[in-house]
């Protein structure tokens, strides 16, 4: 009953969309404003009916009715609530039907914001939203149907979800947040391609499309990190990132698009790279395109991708129909969006802003190449091929401190062709802490690895000129107008909470990207068998084998060991364990993570003896690792404040 009730509001989103897509072309074309209605209509009728079949998962994941295939697939009795709740997003079927969820909601909020406005590009832009929507619900009702029945005889129980799903309580959120970041991207897509369809670019579009991308971005940020978090706390490895091709499929759409951030700023400021910026845009949505194919067709081996299925050549087809669409579309359009302003000197932020897009993209193509690399190879000469972290380590570093001083020297610069003379002021004093502070940390503390160095000098410089950024408009009140400093303040910030936004964005990057260079810099790493009562030294710690504890939970099995740590942080007990699930032939690791300021203490358990009179363990000392955490909360404070409408009158 549930499958088909499901199905059938499946088919229903399917018909809306595509409806949809027809009249907003037609809307667009006729410059009819009565089917530009009806194309609205039918976009609140596609949410209405995803929203029906999310709802109708839901219940029957909730209700264990196992005659609905992905039930019988990811469901299980014997799961908590929580589990069985997030178990819709734990499989591919379910995962799809998730993603046209998020779809439907961020079209119905486009539409609801564009309600009376922009009658020129809206109807485009929902016609190439709807046209995605109408993609997605044919893969839900069709190859990634979730709905199908279960076959005879239905099964009294399931499985339960993946076991390295339900070992961590950020597979809540982590799937959820990039979903949001992915699938938000359709919304600037569909506006790039209504300027493209209309011919132009005004500035009151580049700003909304600047916001339109600001959302999803946000979003993927936090959801890359939290990916690298539920890494570090499960996999039981000691790092967050290692360039895995899933890893890296998230990373690339976020690489465009913070150059499409950037560059955006430019139509509206010196009416420039307006089709650059189209583009960039464009390539965005082309590459989360081309990541959920890797993720879900199967072609790359990884913890985080699901297995292989058959929409993996659909995905392809689907790739390759837009990538066509885009480029015939910026063929015949991109000369209609070129703007009359032009690129400032050689040194100058316009100029700055041009050479960041060059690395980003420079970046993106190199990781792209990294990655998908060994798979053309295979298939052209069978020949089976790694790119392993050194590879991308190798081109990171370098592109990572550009970018850092480009962050600092960016906002710092003039507009147009600045002077001399107000080029040194500008930059002189950010440039001159960036020299002392590398010079300092090598005179204090003996620190002489190159890259460290100048990751710490170009973080001082970014810092130093975001927080002048942040002051300036302060000090400027307090002298002109005669205001307190909470006065000033409150005012700066009220008239430009978008620009202090983007500063808070940049100092939370910058704190990310100084943590991975000093964890990667000084991580350290040991492993030990520890016998019961046993000691060992491992840097400042003493790590002692207390016992191990046997704890029995519904859908598992767990085995702690439980460890006594002594050292500068005085006294604690870790726990790491091993996870055995009916599903799984082999336990999984949860290891144990003790957080200070300046470092982590990390334990993953390898092995317990068959008697449990000794352990073996992997010990790690994981410095700054915790900042990762801390900034990503920092950069989603000012992804809100930066894309939160701005009041009357306030500036950007």
Same mark, same amino acid.
């Given at each position: 009953?549930?499958?088909?009730?499901?199905?059938?509001?499946?088919?229903?989103?399917?018909?809306?969309?595509?409806?949809?897509?027809?009249?907003?072309?037609?809307?667009?074309?006729?410059?009819?404003?009565? $089917?530009?209605?009806?194309?609205?209509?039918?976009?609140?009728?596609?949410?209405?009916?995803?929203?029906?079949?999310?709802?109708?998962?839901?219940?029957?994941?909730?209700?264990?009715?196992?005659?609905?295939?992905?039930?019988?697939?990811?469901?299980?009795?014997?799961?908590?609530?929580?589990?069985?709740?997030?178990?819709?997003?734990?499989?591919?079927?379910?995962?799809?039907?998730?993603?046209?969820?998020?779809?439907?909601?961020?079209?119905?909020?486009?539409?609801?914001?564009?309600?009376?406005?922009?009658?020129?590009?809206?109807?485009?832009?929902?016609?190439?939203?709807?046209?995605?929507?109408?993609?997605?619900?044919?893969?839900?009702?069709?190859?990634?149907?979730?709905?199908?029945?279960?076959?005879?005889?239905?099964?009294?129980?399931?499985?339960?979800?993946?076991?390295?799903?339900?070992?961590?309580?950020?597979?809540?959120?982590?799937?959820?947040? $990039?979903?949001?970041?992915?699938?938000?991207?359709?919304?600037?897509?569909?506006? %790039?391609?209504?300027?493209?369809?209309?011919?132009?670019?005004?500035?009151?579009?580049?700003?909304?499309?600047?916001?339109?991308?600001?959302?999803?971005?946000?979003?993927?940020?936090?959801?890359?990190?939290?990916?690298?978090?539920?890494?570090?706390?499960?996999?039981?490895?000691?790092?967050?990132?290692?360039?895995?091709?899933?890893?890296? %499929?998230?990373?690339?759409?976020?690489?465009?698009?913070?150059?499409?951030?950037?560059?955006?700023?430019?139509?509206?400021?010196?009416?420039?790279?307006?089709?650059?910026?189209?583009?960039?845009?464009?390539?965005?949505?082309?590459?989360?395109?081309?990541?959920?194919?890797?993720?879900?067709?199967?072609?790359?081996?990884?913890?985080?991708?699901?297995?292989?299925?058959?929409?993996?050549?659909?995905?392809?087809?689907?790739?390759?129909?837009?990538?066509?669409?885009?480029?015939?579309?910026?063929?015949?359009?991109?000369?209609?969006?070129?703007?009359?302003?032009?690129?400032?000197?050689?040194?100058? #932020?316009?100029?700055?802003?041009?050479?960041?897009?060059?690395?980003?993209?420079?970046?993106?193509?190199?990781?792209?190449?990294?990655?998908?690399?060994? $798979?053309?190879?295979?298939?052209?000469?069978?020949?089976?091929?790694?790119?392993?972290?050194?590879?991308?380590?190798?081109?990171?570093?370098?592109?990572?401190?550009?970018?850092?001083?480009?962050?600092?020297?960016?906002?710092?610069?003039?507009?147009?062709?600045?002077?001399?003379?107000?080029?040194?002021?500008?930059?002189?004093?950010?440039?001159?802490?960036?020299?002392?502070?590398?010079?300092?940390?090598?005179?204090?503390?003996?620190?002489?690895?190159?890259?460290?160095?100048?990751?710490?000098?170009?973080?001082?410089?970014?810092?130093?000129?975001?927080?002048?950024?942040?002051?300036?408009?302060?000090?400027? #009140?307090?002298?002109?107008?005669?205001?307190?400093?909470?006065?000033?303040?409150?005012?700066?910030?009220?008239?430009? #909470?978008?620009?202090?936004?983007?500063?808070?964005?940049?100092?939370?990057?910058?704190?990310?990207?100084?943590?991975?260079?000093?964890?990667?810099?000084?991580?350290?790493?040991?492993?030990?068998?520890?016998?019961?009562?046993?000691?060992?030294?491992?840097?400042?710690?003493?790590?002692?084998?207390?016992?191990?504890?046997?704890?029995?939970?519904?859908?598992?099995?767990?085995?702690?060991?439980?460890?006594?740590?002594?050292?500068?942080?005085?006294?604690?007990?870790?726990?790491?364990?091993?996870?055995?699930?009916?599903?799984?032939?082999?336990?999984?690791?949860?290891?144990?993570?003790?957080?200070?300021?300046?470092?982590?203490?990390?334990?993953?358990?390898?092995?317990?003896?068959?008697?449990?009179?000794?352990?073996? $363990?992997?010990?790690?000392?994981?410095?700054?690792?915790?900042?990762?955490?801390?900034?990503?909360?920092?950069?989603?404070?000012?992804?809100?404040?930066?894309?939160?409408?701005? #009041?009357?009158?306030?500036?950007?």
């Amino acid at each position: 009953m549930l499958g088909r009730l499901g199905e059938m509001w499946v088919l229903l989103a399917l018909g809306a969309a595509s409806a949809g897509a027809v009249t907003g072309f037609a809307a667009g074309s006729l410059r009819s404003h009565s $089917l530009l209605r009806h194309t609205q209509r039918f976009t609140r009728a596609f949410a209405l009916f995803m929203t029906l079949a999310f709802v109708t998962m839901e219940v029957a994941l909730l209700r264990h009715d196992f005659s609905v295939k992905y039930v019988a697939k990811v469901g299980s009795l014997a799961s908590p609530l929580h589990i069985t709740i997030v178990s819709l997003w734990s499989s591919l079927e379910g995962s799809i039907l998730l993603w046209g969820l998020i779809l439907a909601i961020f079209v119905t909020v486009f539409t609801q914001w564009s309600r009376d406005r922009h009658p020129e590009t809206v109807p485009w832009s929902l016609a190439t939203m709807l046209t995605v929507s109408a993609f997605f619900a044919f893969l839900i009702a069709g190859p990634a149907n979730p709905f199908t029945p279960a076959p005879n005889p239905v099964p009294l129980d399931g499985p339960g979800p993946n076991p390295l799903l339900q070992n961590h309580a950020l597979m809540i959120i982590h799937p959820p947040m $990039l979903y949001l970041g992915y699938v938000g991207m359709t919304v600037p897509f569909g506006m %790039a391609m209504g300027a493209l369809f209309a011919g132009q670019l005004g500035p009151a579009w580049t700003v909304a499309l600047r916001r339109a991308l600001l959302v999803p971005w946000g979003f993927l940020s936090v959801g890359i990190v939290l990916g690298g978090w539920w890494a570090y706390d499960v996999l039981g490895w000691g790092g967050y990132w290692a360039w895995d091709p899933v890893e890296n %499929a998230s990373f690339l759409p976020w690489l465009t698009a913070t150059a499409a951030l950037h560059a955006a700023m430019l139509p509206s400021r010196r009416d420039a790279m307006k089709g650059w910026t189209v583009s960039l845009v464009l390539v965005t949505f082309l590459l989360t395109l081309l990541g959920t194919f890797m993720t879900r067709s199967g072609v790359f081996n990884s913890v985080h991708s699901f297995t292989q299925s058959e929409i993996g050549p659909i995905f392809l087809g689907f790739l390759a129909f837009s990538l066509v669409a885009c480029v015939v579309l910026l063929a015949l359009r991109v000369d209609g969006l070129a703007g009359k302003g032009e690129i400032g000197a050689l040194v100058s #932020r316009e100029a700055s802003f041009l050479v960041n897009n060059l690395l980003l993209v420079a970046f993106t193509f190199t990781v792209l190449l990294g990655t998908t690399f060994p $798979l053309v190879m295979e298939a052209w000469k069978d020949v089976r091929l790694s790119v392993g972290e050194p590879y991308f380590n190798q081109v990171a570093m370098p592109i990572g401190v550009a970018l850092l001083f480009l962050m600092g020297v960016g906002p710092a610069l003039p507009w147009g062709e600045p002077s001399g003379r107000k080029v040194a002021e500008a930059i002189g004093p950010p440039i001159l802490a960036a020299v002392v502070v590398p010079l300092a940390l090598w005179g204090a503390f003996g620190i002489d690895r190159p890259w460290p160095l100048a990751t710490f000098g170009t973080a001082t410089l970014a810092t130093v000129v975001s927080l002048r950024e942040m002051v300036t408009p302060v000090r400027v #009140r307090m002298r002109e107008q005669g205001e307190s400093f909470a006065t000033a303040a409150g005012r700066a910030f009220s008239r430009g #909470r978008r620009r202090y936004g983007g500063q808070i964005v940049h100092l939370g990057i910058i704190v990310i990207i100084v943590a991975i260079a000093v964890s990667h810099a000084w991580r350290v790493d040991r492993e030990f068998t520890v016998p019961t009562g046993g000691t060992v030294s491992f840097e400042e710690y003493s790590f002692t084998y207390a016992r191990t504890e046997n704890v029995k939970e519904p859908h598992r099995d767990r085995q702690e060991a439980v460890v006594e740590v002594t050292g500068p942080g005085g006294a604690f007990t870790l726990r790491p364990a091993l996870n055995a699930y009916s599903t799984s032939m082999n336990a999984i690791g949860s290891p144990a993570v003790k957080t200070f300021p300046t470092h982590d203490v990390y334990v993953s358990l390898l092995n317990i003896a068959p008697d449990a009179s000794s352990v073996g $363990l992997h010990i790690y000392r994981n410095p700054a690792v915790g900042w990762l955490w801390f900034a990503t909360a920092v950069v989603a404070a000012g992804t809100m404040l930066a894309a939160w409408p701005a #009041r009357k009158g306030a500036t950007a």
